[in-house]
């Protein structure tokens, strides 16, 4: 639960599917803490069992935008992976879930990456997610001993007006989730970075109202 929204779409999907949701946010040295009182809310709201946040600093690596204060959020559009790339996030992030989820003696990990409208990054394409899968299940006790676990990427495929039309139908409140990779202390969103570009422009192919609390 990043408090943004696609990962606050993937936990509407998840509850209404019928699940008994356990949600996790994580402190990784990101520019903005308010995403993780955005989670810590948005997770109330749906009734989730347990929500954690976990602390693991990232920023100790640095290498991205988002983890890094001498490195400048773009505001244009790119070419190639942006430095909005976080090194390795999916992969540390779907690991502490894995471990969790091993814990609880859980079957089924839910996870919002988009490979539509998304910004390049290659943590968030199908073949890795099938990949991590598969290594899930090499490398858990509960896996071999006959609980494989499902990695499930219920929006992998959509676009964000899709995303933003199936969350509405299921009663989400984007006016609740931030996306912003530079929002100030309140939440408020720039309206430059590529991840406000893409929430504008699923707004707008929606045909819904934009929602988004800019500063």
């Not at 690991?95 to 910004?119: R, T």
């Not at 968030?124 to 509960?142: D, G, H, Q, V, W």
């Not at 495929?157 to 409140?173: E, N, R, W």
């Not at 970075?193 to 500063?215: H, M």
Request: hydrophobic fraction near 40%; include cysteine.
């Amino acid at each position: 639960m990043s408090g943004g929204l696609d990962s606050t779409t993937v936990l509407a999907i998840a509850v209404k599917s019928g699940y008994e949701c356990y949600s996790m946010s994580f402190d990784y040295g990101q520019r903005h803490r308010s995403e993780l009182l955005k989670a810590e809310a948005i997770a109330v709201d749906f009734g989730v069992v347990a929500h954690k946040v976990f602390p693991i600093d990232l920023s100790a690596f640095g290498g991205s935008a988002l983890t890094d204060n001498d490195i400048d959020v773009p505001e244009q559009q790119v070419e190639g992976i942006p430095v909005t790339y976080v090194p390795a996030r999916n992969t540390v992030f779907l690991s502490l879930a894995l471990a969790w989820s091993e814990v609880l003696g859980a079957a089924d990990i839910f996870i919002g990456v988009n490979a539509v409208d998304y910004s390049g990054y290659p943590d968030c394409r199908p073949e890795y997610i099938a990949a991590f899968e598969k290594m899930a299940n090499l490398a858990t006790r509960s896996a071999v001993e006959g609980c494989s676990v499902t990695i499930h990427t219920p929006l992998i495929a959509m676009t964000k007006a899709q995303i933003l039309k199936k969350g509405t139908d299921l009663g989400v409140d984007y006016a609740r989730t931030v996306s912003c990779y530079q929002a100030d202390e309140e939440g408020r969103a720039c309206g430059k970075c590529d991840s406000c570009r893409l929430r504008k422009q699923g707004f707008l192919d929606a045909g819904l109202i934009d929602v988004t609390l800019y500063r």
